[in-house]
């Protein structure tokens, strides 16, 4: 009876100008012994099918040849590794010079290969789990899906998916065929493991598996944190004119590695530990709008947004450069506040399409190329919420904008042309709205990742930079960067918004306009000796690395 023929994958890798054909290959070889392993041939793109199999044959010759020396074989001259492509259906070869790009667009459904007595089926750009990984920690009651994945020519909500779970590794009972899996309180004690069965429309890709490190756990009571004596400041909700505006970088999962903050356990660095911390924080402030930074989409739409759609809170959120699944969240008390209109803009993007509002630029951006080159791959983003106050005796609206400008330390010029842009922007915004008899306020906040010395911490208070400015010293400058706004930071600069074992500062700022906004009063942060005792943030009793800016304002 004939063997069922076993699959190979071929599959081509654009952003590397590469393919590569991946088949698992299990036969025995008379007097050497079983040839066992996973062959995988990398060729260029532009190589031919001859190419391709010449490599293939290479590869399994020197694996023979170590399994003759195991097996003290010096000679054996009969034994020939032999491949061909063919078509399965008219049984003629693909041609030898054929270039595997011209055999991969074709995607032929019909091609296979033999080796020794094991033949081949070809699947083209089958699906692919190229990354998975499982979160460090587990806790019961809380839903878990995997902390990595990425499927390639695939797609997330075609794969299946498989729970199990195991006492010793060995024995597994199957728990749940969902991307999610919220573990109970009788799997506490137990290992997960996730089966993925990636697929797209018309095809399925190999299983992938992955275990858990760690047994799930039960999580415990949350212990008392430092930032309940800020809540004292913030007892009860303001009204009138007056309103509380926080903004808090809650510190992304996707950037919550133990190689970061070695210094914190994994079990309180876990993100279902910290979003109750976050959730706990913020609600103590009984504030009317807030902003936040790295907010994870899954934690956002699985967590925050219901938990304070309960608190009678409305919500926006947009992914950075709605591509990465952490980005920025505005909050906002819908008793105080009407939403007008939300959005978000991608600075790069922005400087693309809508060259005429950004030409002033043009001369800075141009002149140096590294420059270009690193501002337009920033995915960096600016979300505006624009609000309407209720029961009010004037038609007054608040345009809230949100940012995280680009991390770098070397970057400064590129925060600095980011932080220009949304500046003009919201001036144009402001523009849209102060007519008719409205009151239009602005409030810019977010984590600037620039300290209080910085050029962007300038420009943004003093409303100009010269020319001769330092930070322009490699480009090309004959401008003078302005904006119409007459902006303070609302909470000053504390000497610690960011505290970890590497750096220690103030990063993240609100900034108002003084002329038409009055700071009520300012939460007082935890104060430096009490932070200086931990090595860093976060830890038990601090869930980001970042701290919350409380502030209450008045419209003027």
């Known amino acids: 009876m004939e063997r069922l023929p076993r699959t190979a994958y071929l599959r081509e890798f654009e952003t590397k100008n590469q393919c590569e054909l991946l088949f698992d290959l299990t036969v025995e070889l008379p007097k050497i012994g079983v040839l066992q392993e996973e062959v995988r041939a990398v060729r260029r793109i532009t190589d031919t099918v001859e190419s391709l199999l010449q490599h293939i044959i290479n590869k399994l010759e020197l694996s023979i040849k170590k399994l003759k020396k195991q097996a ?96 010793d590794k060995s024995t597994w009972v199957q728990v749940a065929n969902t991307f999610r899996y919220k573990p109970s309180e009788e799997d506490v004690g137990h290992y997960l493991k996730l089966i993925c069965v990636p697929c797209c429309s018309v095809l399925t890709g190999p299983a992938v598996e992955v275990v858990s490190d760690s047994r799930v756990v039960e999580m415990g009571e949350l212990p008392t944190c430092p930032f309940e004596k800020r809540h004292e400041f913030t007892t009860t909700q303001l009204a009138d004119n007056c309103f509380r505006f926080v903004s808090y970088n809650i510190l992304s999962n996707r950037y919550a590695d133990n190689e970061q903050f070695s210094y914190c356990p994994p079990q309180f660095l876990a993100i279902d530990y910290r979003k109750q911390l976050v959730a706990k924080e913020l609600s103590g402030y009984n504030s009317d709008i807030f902003c936040l930074q790295e907010v994870d989409q899954f934690a956002y739409n699985y967590y925050y947004k219901n938990l304070f759609k309960n608190k009678n809170y409305h919500s926006f959120y947009y992914r950075k450069g709605n591509k990465i699944p952490e980005g920025l969240a505005c909050f906002y008390n819908k008793t105080r506040f009407k939403r007008v209109d939300d959005h978000q803009i991608i600075y790069s993007q922005e400087y693309s399409y809508k060259k005429n509002h950004y030409k002033y630029l043009r001369p800075i951006i141009e002149s140096n190329a590294l420059l270009k080159d690193c501002f337009m791959k920033q995915l960096t983003s600016l979300q505006v919420t624009v609000l309407n106050v209720n029961n009010s005796n004037r038609n007054v609206f608040i345009i809230v904008a949100n940012t995280h400008l680009y991390y770098h330390p070397d970057a400064e010029l590129v925060r600095v042309l980011q932080i220009s842009m949304a500046t003009t922007y919201l001036s144009l915004l402001h523009k849209q709205y102060n007519k008719d008899g409205n009151t239009v306020r602005v409030i810019l906040c977010g984590d600037f990742n620039s300290v209080p010395t910085s050029t962007v911490y300038e420009f943004l208070t003093k409303g100009n930079l010269s020319r001769d400015n330092k930070v322009f010293e490699k480009t090309v400058n004959n401008v003078n960067l302005r904006h119409d706004f007459q902006l303070q930071s609302a909470c000053g600069s504390p000497t610690y918004t960011n505290y970890t074992d590497d750096f220690r500062g103030c990063l993240d700022y609100i900034f108002i306009e003084k002329d038409k906004m009055r700071v009520c009063n300012v939460v007082p942060f935890p104060k430096n000796e009490d932070l200086e005792a931990f090595e860093g943030l976060p830890n038990e009793v601090y869930p980001s690395d970042h701290l919350a800016l409380v502030v209450d304002l008045e419209i003027i």
């Open 72 to 167: 003290q074989i010096e000679h054996d001259d009969e034994l020939q590794v032999n491949i061909s492509l063919k078509n399965a259906l008219t049984k003629k070869p693909i041609k030898p010079k054929m270039v595997l790009k011209n055999l991969i667009n074709a995607r032929m459904s019909n091609v296979e290969f033999q080796i020794f007595d094991q033949r081949y089926v070809v699947v083209i750009n089958a699906p692919l789990v190229r990354d998975m990984k499982l979160p460090q920690v587990l806790y019961a009651n809380y839903e878990v899906q995997p902390s990595q994945l990425f499927i390639l020519f695939g797609e997330k909500s075609s794969s299946k998916f498989t729970w199990l779970k195991s006492r």
